[in-house]
């Protein structure tokens, strides 16, 4: 008879469980972020546009002239006087605001000069009335309604304070001698300070704009922009935000105080899907920048073909993040970003304790962004250099990445219904052909020691990801190797599904919401620690599983056995190994390994004694031991290529039968436990004494051996 037959509720429970964690995955959190009307990426019929030195067409300024003289006082004399001839024409047929001036631009190709000031636009400023106080539009998960260009057209400041709705070729710049010498400042009242919508060609220089409820700049469906030494901070989500454009430059910019990204160039055009890493060219090159003291220095939900070099990124929570984990992107999964020469350093700030303590709940107004108050929109491990949550065929190159509490750099693949496709074709889509070599790891350009807590955080899944050879600490304890050539990679693996504690980490960890002041508990991004942790929980709940099944095992099958007991000591140590370790800090990767070490030297043990008395057992108790040590040499030595899933996942469902086989095993009556070899044992010293009479018969038949006898003749002869 089959043990399923004998115990029914074994497959029930392994259903059950694999049920529950479907519907786990299926109840995950849904994603909050940018929300735009649906978009399609430009043609790729344009390019980048080129500064133009010509006088300006139109000029913006204020009329206080005094308060003027006194802003250009220390410029460069040069620059002063040009300043003041402006303002003479200014005096005479300027605007003061810069919609005014957006609004008589008439033809391609005009320039908008912004003299030295602050433009709070009030004309832009109160709120909508008639019917832009009734526009029909959905709602999105932040409150606000996602517009129609139509409707952003018929009511432009509902949600801007400066609208460029399809102008082409338009150039805005400050004339100060420092882009804060320009200050565009929305005082919270709006989305955006300055939204160029279906506007290619757009040029933005030196200039500030800052405090709004979303973004500071926002270039949406343009083929060609550039963002040129602008300054932006102080925004509830994004300091410069590009999406679904094409032919984009930012360059020596700087952003901070932002509660999501400084620089966001989400959708970029998606030019290179299908490729490998070699491309004709990409979609937006950002160089020269610096983004601080915001949740992330730069993040992009399909941020496509993105090229990043020569920017520094620090003091964030995160130094740059990728990801495919937002639906209502083109562009999706996200693929093709290089990072070339960037300093990626000390992005280990801790902006949750501003959600914890109800100061993200009061208006933005009085928040304090303007003394160093941070509201993170979304969940992300802080304390790390470089994110990739779902991405393929990015190319992280000659970086310097260092002085992170946390990791280096951090891999993990995101399904893809949480971006809404339900295909299972598609739910392994991601976290494929990523990169990482030739990058300066733990040391500052001085060649200075800035180590990262550990360099590499991978959940394990996808195909063709590689790393540099050494990484300082790494989980798993090794990883594939990247060759010299682009697309050598040395140790592949190709794993489906990622390694289930660090799944159960990033489903629990991404329960967040900044709305409802909901901060997940057992998350260690969160502050938990120690027993807190989600990790933590699961090692303790296993651990007082097996240590309840392999005592009672011992006590009733192994104890006669100095093998069984010399075994299930081994198991004990592992258990306290297992749970010590997921308390340790992140460099101790090889405790886990060391548990699983001593774990499967207690199965091998315990099924080698119990194989004379319960051989279905032993073997089943064997097969755990070897998957257990398989899963101990593939997180510490090499990982196992060409296999789909992790040994963890066959050693835990493996684990769930052995629990239960075991369970039953050890409360049969009648059974003695083995005792230690003697002179007329078997080889192996751990067959079972001879029962007693009483003991005979009261146990259970022994499994039959074969009846060799021959058959009885009738009348009972021979």
């Known amino acids: 008879m089959s043990w399923t037959r004998r115990f029914p509720a074994v497959p029930a429970a392994l259903l059950a469980a ?50 003027f003289e006194r802003r250009i006082s220390a410029f460069p004399e040069e620059l002063r006087q040009r300043n003041l001839a402006l303002y003479e024409r200014c005096e005479k047929s300027g605007y003061r ?26 004309p832009s400023l109160p709120k909508p009335t008639g019917e832009c106080a009734a526009l029909k539009a959905p709602d999105s998960a932040l409150g606000y309604q996602i517009l129609s260009y139509e409707q952003q057209v018929q009511c432009r400041h509902n949600q801007n ?8 070729n338009l150039q805005i710049e400050g004339t100060g001698a420092s882009r804060l010498d320009v200050v565009v400042d929305a005082k919270y009242q709006k989305l955006n300070a300055i939204r160029a919508d279906k506007s290619d060609g757009v040029y933005f220089r030196n200039f500030t704009a800052q405090r709004t409820t979303f973004n500071s700049l926002y270039v949406l469906a343009a083929d060609g922009f550039v963002i040129d030494d602008v300054l932006t901070r102080w925004n509830d989500e994004y300091g410069f935000l590009t999406f679904a454009s094409d032919h984009g430059l930012y360059k020596n910019c700087e952003s901070y105080g932002n509660g999501d990204s400084g620089i966001y160039p989400g959708s970029a055009s998606n030019i290179n899907d299908g490729r490998g890493y070699e491309v004709p060219r990409y979609s937006i090159e950002i160089t020269g920048c610096r983004s601080h003291h915001n949740m992330v220095g730069y993040s992009g939900t399909a941020g496509d073909s993105v090229w990043v070099h020569d920017n520094e990124f620090d003091q964030n929570m995160g130094g740059a993040s990728m990801d495919s984990a937002f639906p209502g992107h083109p562009g999706l999964p996200q693929n093709h970003a290089k990072f070339e020469r960037n300093l990626i350093h000390d ?20 928040r304090g962004y303007e003394r160093g108050v941070v509201c993170p929109q979304i969940s992300m491990p802080p304390g790390t250099g470089i994110i990739t949550a779902g991405g393929n065929w990015n190319l992280y190159e000659g ?59 991978w959940d394990g899944q996808g195909r063709g990801n590689c790393w540099q050879d050494g990484p300082d600490g790494s989980t798993p304890g090794t990883v594939p190797r990247c060759g010299e050539r682009r697309g050598d990679v040395t140790g592949a693996s190709a794993r489906l599904v990622g390694e289930p504690v660090k799944l159960v ?30 990790e933590t929980q699961l090692a303790l709940a296993v651990a007082a599983v097996l240590l309840l099944v392999g005592g009672v095992l011992w006590w009733r099958r192994l104890r006669g056995s100095r093998l069984g007991t010399a075994a299930t000591l081994a198991g004990l140590a592992g258990l306290a190994l297992d749970v010590a370790g997921s308390t340790m800090a992140l460099t101790a990767t090889f405790v886990p390994a060391l548990a699983l070490l001593l774990l499967g030297l207690w199965w091998t043990g315990a099924g080698l004694v119990l194989r004379p008395t319960r051989p279905w057992l032993a073997r089943l108790t064997l097969l755990l031991a070897g998957l257990t040590l398989l899963d101990a040499f593939d997180k510490a030595v090499l990982m196992i290529p060409w296999t789909p899933l992790s040994p963890a996942w066959a050693r835990a469902l493996v684990a769930v039968v052995w629990v239960l086989w075991a369970v039953v095993a050890s409360a049969r009556p009648g059974a003695a436990p083995a005792r230690p070899a003697g002179p007329d044992d078997a080889p192996d010293g751990d067959s079972a004494p001879a029962p007693t009479p009483r003991e005979a018969r009261t146990a259970e038949p022994a499994e039959a051996a074969p009846d060799t006898r021959a058959p009885r003749a009738a009348g009972g002869q021979a």
């Open 18 to 67: 694999l049920l529950a964690l479907l519907s786990l995955l299926a109840a995950a959190p849904a994603a909050r972020a940018h929300e735009e009307r649906p978009v399609t990426f430009p043609d790729g019929s344009g390019s980048v546009p080129e500064y133009r030195r010509a006088d300006p067409d139109l000029i913006v300024c204020k009329t206080d002239r005094p308060a």
């Open 97 to 122: 605001h810069l919609q005014e001036a957006v609004d008589a631009v008439d033809r391609p190709g005009m320039n908008i000069a912004i003299l030295p000031g602050l433009y709070e636009e009030e």
């Open 161 to 168: 304070l400066v609208a460029i709705l399809g102008k082409k």
């Open 347 to 366: 992005n280990n700030q801790d902006y949750y304790r501003h959600v914890a303590d109800g100061t993200c709940a009061k208006p933005p107004i009085e």
């Open 399 to 457: 970086n310097w990445v260092y002085g992170h509490q946390r990791a280096g750099f951090f891999l993990s693949a995101v399904p893809a219904f949480i971006r809404g496709e339900e295909a299972w074709s598609k739910q392994t889509d991601t976290s494929h052909h990523n990169r990482y070599a030739d990058n300066i790891l733990g040391k500052d350009k001085s060649g200075a020691s800035r180590p990262n807590g550990m360099d590499v955080w």
């Open 505 to 534: 980490q990033l489903l629990v960890c991404a329960d967040y919401n900044v709305q409802a002041r909901k901060l997940p508990a057992g998350c260690d991004w969160y502050g938990a620690r120690g027993l807190e942790r989600v």
